[in-house]
């Protein structure tokens, strides 16, 4: 079925791989292969290709850096549209506003509001994702969240069309936003932002970015942090209260340095890490009555 696809991309000219391994482009290094995936370059190509896939009934997956995400073993059927380093222009719309395509890294943002001293997305420096997944889940860390500085983002429905949400259109709330668990695809973000001093910005980038490292088992593959914070409690202390820092399910584990994160110690299968997330939501229910709800998003 994929054929159709293929035959789109050469005739656009848009780069495209069949028979890709998930291992090499996800953060957690498992998963099977993917039939097809496409890297579009622009706006027109992304509607070209989602428009193709629809009107002829093929599964689509869209990701960015496979941050976020755990791809079964038996790999994805179907085409996988990757917004990443080929979909990442960012640029300044006038003194505070700056615009940010959906495949622009963290990282690069970052650096960006740095270079032009513009401050409010100092928490987000060492988040390994996208722009564009980062507005899907409303991310945050240290205090501070996308909802700070995320005033629009552009989009494409299922159909190709092209829309956009801004202020409460956005729905942001604790990792999620009116994007989530929906068809369409973020294309663009607008973020609003503040003039402040380019040294007090980078001293707080620097301090987040050691609190990372420092906390964080940022030496082994993961997602980040496997579960969302519930209502009055931590994930990783709940976790740690069960005795649970250090299980393993085969080449996965619960972190030893934090409890909040499953690693792939080494050799894991993405079967191993979802039976492992699957055991410590039993048994923190079991034992002290708090479902733990997956960050991870399950593919395949």
Do not use: W
Request: with cysteine; glycine share 10%; charged share 25%.
């Amino acid at each position: 079925m994929t054929d159709i696809v293929e035959k789109t991309a050469k005739e656009l000219g848009i780069h495209y791989e069949t028979d890709v391994s998930m291992a090499l482009k996800t953060s957690f290094k498992t998963g099977g292969n993917a039939e097809m995936m496409v890297y579009p370059d622009n706006t027109t190509q992304l509607k070209s290709i989602l428009k193709v896939c629809k009107s002829n009934n093929i599964q689509t997956y869209i990701i960015g850096n496979g941050s976020n995400i755990l791809v079964s073993d038996n790999g994805l059927s179907g085409v996988v549209v990757r917004l990443s380093n080929n979909y990442s222009d960012i640029r300044l719309v006038d003194e505070t506003t700056v615009e940010a395509e959906a495949g622009a890294s963290m990282k690069a943002l970052c650096m960006f509001c740095l270079e032009h001293s513009l401050s409010g997305l100092e928490f987000a420096y060492g988040i390994p994702g996208t722009a564009g997944g980062a507005a899907y889940m409303n991310a945050g860390a240290y205090g501070g969240e996308m909802k700070d500085v995320l005033v629009k983002c552009e989009h494409l429905d299922s159909n190709g069309e092209e829309g956009s949400f801004e202020g409460d259109e956005l729905e942001l709330g604790y990792r999620k936003s009116a994007y989530s668990n929906s068809d369409y695809v973020i294309t663009k973000l607008v973020l609003k932002l503040k003039k402040a001093d380019y040294s007090d910005i980078k001293a707080l980038m620097d301090e987040n970015l050691g609190k990372r490292k420092a906390k964080q088992p940022l030496e082994y593959p993961s997602a980040g942090s496997t579960f969302k914070r519930p209502e009055g409690y931590f994930a990783g202390a709940l976790i740690e209260q069960c005795s649970l820092k250090g299980f393993t399910v085969g080449g996965a584990q619960v972190s030893e340095k934090h409890a909040g994160f499953v690693i792939n110690k080494g050799g894991a299968t993405s079967s191993d890490i979802k039976k492992l997330i699957k055991h410590i939501q039993k048994v923190v229910y079991d034992e002290k009555g708090v479902m733990l709800e997956p960050e991870v998003k399950f593919l395949g």
